[in-house]
């Protein structure tokens, strides 16, 4: 069990159950805005369970009427440049963080998911919202641009165009739109999102586990390095599988029963 320290915690609560891990981002009076204190929580516990051999998948999600309404812009009002530098480092550090778990993450999206919390869901592995969910990238509001990778990955989730219309209007979209474009992969009621939630992580919890750990390096490893490198580690990891449990998966199948991984 990860935890201990996580009773210092003050904007997290986490709980883990049949190998999966629940983040909640439990600062509801400010719509879970993102403060640097929540961000260094959120790193060194997912920095613990990257490294842990029971957990095999992650869920993140908000307490309340929002999953996150953005960095925390009474923290933000008033950084030097330097300080406004140093604050989108660690937002890039914790979203790369989140992109690159060997854990699958997935985001179950409860409501306001705005400028840092929708670079948050981007970083995620896939996303399942609630039909309240409302999704934007406001931060022109502000006289500002997302600061925690948002311009690249809006771009690669809902291609170029849809990417610029929201991030030069700063307009709102829901959960309809959002599924429309490939942002999210389901929409259920609010009170059945964190239900299917698990029942999508018990699902992958159930695969191949070296099988489930290998898809973030070799998805990511294309996204970052082009096409030839991402399908150059795509061979290694798909023979490296064959010296451990693929040989268990493909007996299973040929013997007609479930594996034993
Ligand atoms: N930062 C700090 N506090 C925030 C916040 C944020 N991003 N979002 C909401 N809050 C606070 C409000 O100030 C308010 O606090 P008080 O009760 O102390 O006044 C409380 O949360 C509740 O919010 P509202 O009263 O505004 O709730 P609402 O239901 O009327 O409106 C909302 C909801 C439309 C989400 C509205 O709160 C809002 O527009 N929030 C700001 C969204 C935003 O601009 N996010 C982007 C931030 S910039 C960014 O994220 C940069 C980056 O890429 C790193």
Redesign the pocket.
């Known amino acids: 069990m990860i935890r201990n320290q996580l009773d210092y915690f003050m904007y997290l609560t986490y709980t883990e159950n049949d190998a999966i891990a629940t983040i909640v981002f439990s600062r509801p009076?400010?719509?879970n805005?993102?403060?640097t204190a929540m961000l260094t929580e959120l790193k060194a516990l997912l920095e613990e369970i990257q490294h842990s051999e029971t957990i095999k998948v992650v869920i993140l999600t908000g307490e309340g009427?929002?999953f996150?309404?953005?960095?925390?812009?009474?923290?933000?009002k008033g950084k030097t440049e330097s300080e406004a530098m140093d604050?989108?480092k660690l937002?890039h550090s914790v979203m790369n963080l989140i992109e690159n778990m060997p854990q699958p993450v997935i985001g179950a999206l409860n409501g306001?998911t705005?400028?840092?919390?929708?670079?948050v869901a981007l970083s995620c592995s896939f996303l399942l919202a609630s039909d309240t969910a409302?999704f934007?990238?406001?931060?022109v509001?502000?006289g500002?641009?997302?600061?925690?990778g948002?311009s690249q990955r809006l771009v690669r989730a809902i291609g170029l165009n849809n990417a610029r219309y929201y991030l030069y209007t700063?307009s709102?979209f829901n959960a309809e739109e959002a599924f429309r474009m490939g942002l999210i992969q389901g929409i259920f009621p609010g009170e059945e999102l964190m239900d299917k939630a698990r029942e999508i992580a018990k699902l992958i919890a159930s695969k191949g586990p070296t099988a489930i750990k290998s898809l973030a390096p070799v998805i990511n490893s294309g996204l970052s390095d082009g096409f030839e490198k991402g399908c150059e580690t795509e061979q290694q990891m798909f023979a490296s599988l064959f010296n451990s449990e693929a040989q268990e998966g493909m007996d299973a199948f040929l013997e007609k029963r479930k594996p034993r991984w």
């Open positions: 009076k400010a719509l805005a993102l403060c009427k929002a996150i309404a953005g960095a925390d812009i009474a923290e933000m604050f989108s937002g306001f705005l400028g840092g919390g929708l670079e409302r934007s990238a406001p931060e509001n502000l500002l641009i997302p600061g925690f948002g700063a709102m």
